[in-house]
């Protein structure tokens, strides 16, 4: 079985004896950790008697690992629901920054001339895709590897996209195989992207784990340094393994040829390529003679030759895999009438025909082909989940979900499971009764509802109902599906006004009252009704609550306060929740008023609690569902329930107690979720702050109803020209589960949803943005044969007040082999996985650990691969599966955004932000979050409709005379090189040069009738469109003092605050693999 892989090799292609801490020479092995699934107790793979070979191509792919007792907590089974999703480092574990005692064994090999290494530079070719022969495997990509030795990390990670590929390499000795041009190009150049280090490397920490934000580490020379030489034999460096991590696989070595032997094809091992034994087995480079140290502090500082930089471009890109899939599949047919199939990725655009699952809009994976057994997935370490976004927006030209209405009988169910009428329901003796899918109950069909079989088994009316021909579809509930037996009320949208002293003078109060004007224009309405069935209320607050009476027959809007805000109630029934169209003149008038009644207030202090109580309240009082609108700018300190201090401490950063800042204050908050959702009360807070408000503890209720936080920092009405994005298009007290085959479990819950249970997603309203990330596991043995099959059910209240059902369904292969099931993943539904799972832990675990977990768990599933699926090579490949060779740029990125990064300068309201707001992504926000879109505007076609194709998010990407523009969703840039051409300036701004560009330029592009400034306006235009979120646009200038808010989201550089380049954190993802493979 051979196959050949995309290679990118980094400086430093044969391994270092000593690296890390650690002696050359032989010895006893290196003490390697247990790793334990993704969200489960380590579990260690167990290595294979000895003289065991890999099984031939046609056997299952690989061999699960048996079971072993957690080192944290033996009593946890591996694949249940876990109540904490990382596991704690183990206390025996060597203090973080020590490096541990084992013995490494050498592995280098003979360095190439410099001549050699220059001739090999000038030939690279990374974009050939080499033959694959015997039983097919995935595609594969590699990268030659650093040479790396840290302890290993935990299996159970996320995967990437394709990018190209080139025959595998080797380490070159005197005999080598065919290979790809850049095989082992920088013996000893310098680290891959300037960095050689003993952790994940993160922005420049000195310690002995993952070096993260802000410290500097001893070891190789950062980007574009010199050295005396490639660190050689025997040699140690500061690096030690990372906490947790000192406790040997079980098992004892194999003795004979290594594990990557296999039966059948596959190329020869070349002279000078000495079998290793271990578990994981492979070719390894012999041994290096005669190089000594070049690091500081180390004997024998040669010269090495020249240095040769690795060029970026060698390694995978996110555009290139981005424009390859547009390339492919880009304006094609999506038809979903075969089991698993893998979608184009969301960037993709393409159109969905629906033919029996639901679309990829509505649901995606992490793969589309699930391991058949519980050890398979143990083994695979590849986390099993599905984002679901039950109200996702579907383009024009697909059909909207057609709506079956069964009439007073209700949805037809299984009578043992409660699923849902669906396409997977097989139908028997004569189509009198029919078997579920879910569980194999067979149940008789309504007499209603009868229909004969054609020739294949087959309703004649297949096609003439949804239910049993698509894959999305809904119901018409009955009475049955009603809080109380009664039809709900249409629901109600109720705006609730910070007016204390900061916002009136500030101007914002007058702001939001004129916005109100236009959004109450747009309140959503059934298809073909002429009027919005919504009714509305006004409130404001500081101290007290101001209830307004704007019933329809008043000349004049009457206010009532409520003061005593500890026992909250809303004074008037009749005219404070109203219909706009009639009571449009007073609810006017009242917006004209407002900012003028409070013109002369000096009250500073508001309070926050009763404000969402007294909506509560309302929608009590008109038995309906609904939503609060609520403005506000400061922490509220009056006294109330509430009240909240300032709990921003900079120094539990970085400490075990940082997990306080994101933990809400228990008890008030809490009991208003569970009362918010118990009535179908949603919650999206308008955010205007100036300075620390805790916003974890006030987003709380938002992050449990279903609603948005929308933080506006330092907001000022005369330079700030945000649009206060209102979700108006929202269902109501929606309440979603998730229906599995037999040995198929959900087991946990991502989003901004409340869980009373552990099977009902409650939410009080969700909109078209909001997702569920949903975790299975396996409770027995799935078939091949039948394969999986999911259901999601929602039942909600449409804004007309009528109940629903929302149906969408999905059928996925299974399968014994890896290979398939590696192939069959998608990269952006495993990092949306992996985000929302890490910001959970961080709610329990310290940060830093969770950062570990994240690369540990990288490293290991990429070796899991490697081992399983790849075919033998060099140690000094990377070999990454097909699907995905992007993963590792964001994962990296995903560990440097604010909530995973340990920096004093981050505010702690931001971390916060972003976390809630990642937590109901789906997987198009999630991914443009962790790798925003770059795009060169400089030399953009004005006569073309299309935006120019992005670039990779790097400085390097950046030029003195370009124009570009960075998005990632929650903000908006245009950077303007220093050297940008006059003409193009006075295009765009209408100003003779960059230097003449006057502070009010800063915000906003000025309308000129000229080709260039109206295709940038369109462009601009068209992106804020299509985002969930208001973004401001900054215009910032290279070099400017605001570059530095651009650079952060340059996401393939180092961090700001701490973190690697991508070209590093490869290199290290890429050792950590070898230590596990060895």
């Excluded at 790396?148 to 195989?177: D, K, L, Y």
Aim: hydrophobic content about 35%.
């Amino acid at each position: 079985m051979s196959q050949q892989g995309y290679v990118a090799a980094p400086p430093y292609s044969q391994a270092q004896p000593g690296i890390g801490g650690y002696q050359g020479g032989f010895g006893a092995p290196p003490a390697q950790p247990l790793y334990g699934h993704y969200g489960g107790p380590p579990q260690g793979f167990n290595a294979p008697p000895a003289g065991v070979m890999k099984s031939p191509p046609t056997s299952p792919a690989g061999m699960p690992p048996s079971p072993v007792s957690s080192q944290y907590n033996p009593s946890v089974q591996q694949n249940g629901a876990h109540p904490q999703r990382y596991a704690s480092p183990s206390a025996a574990s060597p203090p973080y920054g020590q490096p541990s005692h084992s013995v490494y064994n050498n592995m280098a090999s003979p360095a190439p001339p410099t001549q050699q290494l220059a001739n090999q530079m000038s030939a690279m070719n990374l974009g050939s895709y080499g033959a694959m022969q015997s039983q097919p495997l995935p595609p594969t990509s590699s990268v030659a590897q650093q040479h790396f030795q840290t302890p290993a990390p935990a299996m159970g990670q996320p995967q990437m996209h394709p990018a190209p590929q080139a025959p595998h390499m080797a380490s070159q000795n005197q005999m080598s195989p065919p290979q790809s041009p850049l095989t082992n190009m920088l013996a000893s150049g310098q680290p891959m992207g300037g960095q050689s280090m003993a952790g994940p490397p993160m922005g420049g920490q000195s310690m002995a784990g993952p070096p993260m934000g802000g410290q500097s580490m001893a070891g190789p020379p950062m980007g574009g340094q010199s050295m005396a030489g490639p660190p050689m034999g025997g040699q140690s460096m500061t690096g030690p393994p990372m906490a947790g991590m000192n406790m040997p696989f079980p098992g004892p070595p194999p003795s004979g040829q290594g594990a990557f032997q296999q039966h059948g094809t596959g190329p020869a091992a070349p002279s000078g390529y000495p079998q290793q034994s271990g578990q994981f087995g492979g070719l390894m480079s012999g041994p290096q003679p005669g190089m000594s140290g070049g690091f500081p502090g180390t004997s024998g500082g040669l010269a090495g030759p020249p240095q040769k930089k690795l060029d970026p471009d060698s390694i995978p890109s996110t555009t290139q895999v981005i424009e390859d899939d547009k390339a492919r599949l880009g304006g094609h047919v999506f038809s979903t009438n075969m089991r698993g199939q893998v979608p184009p990725l969301v960037t993709t655009d393409f159109t969905v025909q629906d033919q029996g699952n639901a679309s990829p809009r509505f649901i995606r994976c992490t793969t589309y082909s699930l391991p058949c057994t519980a050890e398979l997935a143990k083994q695979c370490q590849v986390p099993l989940a599905s984002v679901i976004k039950p109200f996702a927006k579907l383009p024009k030209n697909e059909t909207p979900l057609y709506v079956v209405n069964h009439g007073e009988t209700g949805p037809i169910r299984c009578n043992r499971c409660k699923a849902y009428m669906c396409p997977y329901m097989q139908f028997i003796d004569g189509g009198r009764r029919y078997q579920c899918s879910f569980c194999n109950c067979v149940s008789e069909v309504p007499v209603f509802y009868f229909q004969h079989l054609d020739h294949m088994g087959r309703r004649v009316d297949f096609y003439e109902r949804p239910e049993l021909s698509q894959g999305s579809y809904e119901f018409v509930a009955t009475l049955d599906y009603c809080k109380n037996n009664k039809p709900p009320n249409p629901p109600a949208y109720i705006f609730m006004i910070d007016v204390s002293y900061t916002n009136i003078k500030s101007g914002l109060v007058k702001l939001v009252c004129d916005e109100l004007k236009s959004l109450l224009e747009k309140l959503p309405r059934e298809d073909g009704a002429e009027a919005s069935a919504i009714k509305v209320g006004f409130v404001t607050y500081n101290k007290v609550l101001h209830f307004y009476n704007v019933k329809s027959a008043l000349a004049q809007p009457q206010m009532m306060v409520v003061s005593d805000i500890a026992e909250m109630f809303v004074p008037l029934l009749d005219g404070f929740l109203v219909n706009y169209q009639d009571s449009r003149a007073v609810i006017y008038n009242l917006l004209d008023q407002i900012p003028d009644m409070f013109a002369d207030t000096n009250e500073s202090e508001t309070v926050f609690a009763p404000v969402i109580q007294a909506g509560v309240e309302a929608f009590k009082a008109a038995e309906c569902s609904g939503k609060l609108f609520i403005f506000h700018s400061s922490m509220p300190t009056a006294e109330a329930p509430g009240k909240l201090k300032n709990r921003d401490d900079k120094k539990l950063v970085n400490t075990d107690k940082e997990k306080t800042l994101f933990q809400p204050q228990k008890g008030v908050y809490e009991q208003l979720s569970k009362d918010c959702v118990a009535q179908g009360c949603c919650v999206d807070l308008f955010l205007f702050p100036s300075q620390y408000l805790d916003l974890a503890s006030m987003a709380d209720v938002p992050s449990h109803t279903g609603g948005s936080v929308y933080k506006y920092n330092n907001f000022q009405v005369k330079t700030n020209l945000y649009v206060l994005l209102l979700k108006l298009a929202t269902r109501f007290f929606a309440q979603c589960r998730v229906c599995d085959p037999p040995g198929f479990r959900a087991t946990d819950f991502f989003g901004a949803i409340y869980m009373n249970n552990t099977t009902d997603v409650e939410m009080a309203a969700v909109d078209c943005d909001k997702a569920v990330t949903v975790e299975f596991k396996h409770d027995d043995t799935l078939s091949e044969e039948s394969g999986a099959f999911m259901q999601c059910a929602l039942l909600y209240t449409t804004i007309s007040g009528q109940r629903r059902l929302r149906i969408h369904n999905l059928s996925l292969n299974c399968t014994s082999q890896l290979s398939e099931l590696y192939k069959c993943c998608e990269t952006d539904s495993l990092i949306n996985f992996f985000a929302k799972s890490a910001y959970r832990a961080i709610l329990n675990q310290p940060v830093k650990n969770v950062r570990d977990i994240l690369v540990n768990q990288t490293a290991h599933m990429l070796a899991c691969y490697r081992k399983n699926c790849a075919s033998p090579s060099a140690a000094s490949q990377l070999i990454l599966p097909d699907s995905m060779k992007v993963f590792p740029v964001y994962m990296n990125s995903l560990m440097k955004t604010a909530p995973l990064v340990g920096s004093t300068e981050l505010s702690t309201d931001d971390r916060a932000h972003q976390r809630l707001s990642v937590m109901a992504m789906g997987v198009e926000d999630s991914q443009l979050q962790l790798y925003p879109r770059l795009i060169p505007l400089h030399n953009v076609d004005v006569s073309r409709e299309a935006v120019p194709d992005p670039v990779r998010c790097s400085e390097e990407r950046l030029s003195d005379s370009g124009l570009f523009l960075l998005e990632n969703g929650h903000s908006i840039f245009l950077w303007l090189g220093q050297a940008s051409p006059p003409d193009l300036i006075q295009s765009l701004f209408n100003a003779p040069s960059l230097a003449h560009l006057q502070q009010e330029h800063m915000f906003t592009l000025p309308e000129l009738d000229n080709p260039l400034s109206k295709k940038v306006r369109t462009i601009i235009s068209e992106l804020l469109e299509k985002r969930p979120n208001s973004m401001k646009l900054q215009i910032v200038r290279q070099r400017d003092k605001l570059e530095m808010l651009f650079r952060q989201f340059l996401v393939e550089d180092k961090g700001l605050h701490g973190g690697a380049s991508y070209m590093d954190f490869l290199c290290y993802v890429h050792r950590e693999i070898r230590q596990l493979l060895t």
